[in-house]
């Protein structure tokens, strides 16, 4: 913005635009909105039940007829949708749960549907949460060192994705970080029927102290090494995003997403002026809202001020969809 010299104190005052309430809301930019939260859910196995995670004070694993009920909850409330994580009966080496007609995800899935049809149902695409390893895809044994095989892997993401898309997903969210993974999906949901099924692709996703929380509510923990091989290093160029953006749009992405939200919106921002009309989201993560709730508990933070202060951030930030644990707070907060 070019100096404007002739806009000098005291014939500006800055003030004036913040003295008065009304004036305040009327030269407000950001404005939060349900229809641009989404919520994340948890799904495990049973009738009636409820689990509630620790370390994410106001959530917990939910068995399908509970995650009816969110459902429900969700769509009363106006948000943008819920995105569901599943959490199998079993794990095993290829997360098969994951892509089983009767699979927690795909009976979360019916469930949310059946309650709220209008309801927008997203999920999560990878295999953290349904390997006995706990890591996003296949491992490779040829390697010698605890690797996942991203192409291996991409083959069963497509059939992951198709199996959510026929339980009745009305977007795809893939979050694994494999190269190539969106090419892969977007394919297979052609294939099989889907092609007017979207992709919100994790496009921008750092391996992140935040997702420590999820981690106890998905039991997605790896039993051995770190994701550092495949999500995106905190402290590399930040244009690398730029790339990862790039490529997921050339294999078909519809919506980009960065996550964590709170630490990189520099990279929000980025993404959101590197590529006008492309809808951005951005993931405020676990961490992001256990420490708020944490802080709150000992009376240091006013949650519903912070919270909302965050959210405004990451709009402000140049996400258009936020997905937040406070989706249906803010909802309240805000009506
Ligand atoms: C992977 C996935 C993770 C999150 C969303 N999808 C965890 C991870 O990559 O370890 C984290 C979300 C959060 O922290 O709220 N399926």
């Not at 409330?77 to 569901?84: A, E, K, P």
């Not at 951005?280 to 709730?293: D, F, L, Q």
Request: aromatic residues 6%.
């Amino acid at each position: 913005m070019p100096f404007d010299a002739s806009a000098h104190f005291p014939t500006t005052r800055l003030r004036r635009l913040r003295y008065d309430p009304a004036v305040r809301r009327l030269v407000r930019e950001t404005q939060l909105s349900p229809a641009d939260m989404i919520l994340p859910l948890f799904v495990r196995p049973g009738q009636g039940e409820r689990r509630e995670i620790s370390s994410m004070p106001g959530h917990a694993q939910l068995s399908p007829d509970l995650i009816a009920n969110e459902a429900e909850a969700a769509a009363s409330l106006g948000l943008g949708g819920v995105i569901l994580f599943g959490i199998p009966p079993r794990k095993d080496s290829v997360g098969s749960d994951s892509y089983a007609d009767e699979g927690i995800i795909q009976q979360g899935i019916r469930a949310a549907k059946a309650a709220a049809p209008e309801l927008l149902c997203i999920t999560d695409v990878c295999f953290c949460e349904y390997t006995d390893h706990g890591h996003c895809g296949v491992l490779d044994d040829a390697t010698g060192r605890l690797d996942v095989n991203n192409d291996a892997t991409l083959e069963l993401l497509a059939k992951q994705a198709v199996s959510h898309a026929r339980a009745g997903a009305d977007m795809i969210a893939p979050s694994g970080m494999m190269d190539g993974m969106v090419g892969a999906i977007r394919r297979g949901l052609d294939t099989a029927g889907f092609a007017h099924v979207p992709i919100m692709s994790y496009a921008a996703k750092y391996a992140s102290a935040f997702y420590g929380p999820f981690r106890d509510a998905a039991e997605s923990t790896p039993q051995a090494g770190d994701r550092r091989g495949y999500q995106m290093d905190a402290a590399a160029a930040a244009d690398q995003a730029i790339r990862e953006v790039q490529l997921d749009l050339a294999e078909g992405a519809d919506i980009v997403m960065v996550k964590p939200a709170l630490a990189y919106l520099d990279v929000i921002s980025r993404v959101r002026a590197a590529f006008p009309g492309v809808p951005v989201a951005a993931y405020n993560v676990s961490g992001e809202y256990s420490m708020v709730k944490a802080a709150a508990a000992n009376g240091w933070l006013d949650e519903r001020a912070v919270a909302l202060e965050v959210l405004t951030s990451i709009k402000r930030a140049g996400a258009g969809i936020v997905l937040t644990y406070w989706a249906k707070d803010a909802a309240k907060w805000l009506a």
